[in-house]
């Protein structure tokens, strides 16, 4: 398997659009002791994430969904030496089974932390949207390549050929994202109205602190600012 390039890195400029708009109040007591497991299936409560250290958490749809497969991809691309140098964590959680969680990292490529919520305690709780609401002023989203239509034929595609047939959790779930820590301080959070309204991975990495932009085109690119 070719090994993952890191995305070219630069100093983050100005911003153009007001990104704390899209953050929606949340309270973190309500699911600090919701269960997540990892992909050996020990279960620890939700707060270990953030209580001791800030963390990017990334709340996916299914493991099946296209759109969550490229995203998750372009988070792959991270490097581990950006997140240590500003000290933050970053987390994914899915909704499926625990046993999904390895066939997903292999196939997306995804070396950081990566956790389920089965039962969609978390979901539930800081009431993430159940159905899809697309709006036609909509910005495209840089991290999704695929068109709907072929998104979704790969999605039943890997379903088909999964060793376990199964969708891997609520296909009418959707996520979100949310920047927490230490302690129950909540940075920003978003949720996503449909399965292409992911945040930005920049803007959520400026949250937090990273004070540099990745470049995830896969054409390779010098920028000035």
Known sequence: MAAVKSPITRQIAKET?????????????????CLIYDRYGASFPFKKLYQDRKSVIIFVRTFLCYSCKEYVEDLSKIPRETLQDSGISLVVIGQSAHHHIAPFCSLTGYPHEIFVDPERCIYQKLGMKREEKFTDSAHPNPHVKSGIFMGQLKSIWRAMTSPAFDFQ???????????????????????DMNRLDHMPINWLLQHAGVQQVLDFSDKPKISHV
């Open 17 to 33: 659009r007001e990104i704390g708009a899209s953050s929606v109040d949340i309270h973190l007591e309500d699911v600090e002791d």
């Open 169 to 191: 959790g609520d296909l009418h779930q959707q996520g979100g994202a949310i920047i927490a820590g230490p302690g129950s301080q909540v940075h920003f959070s978003h949720f």
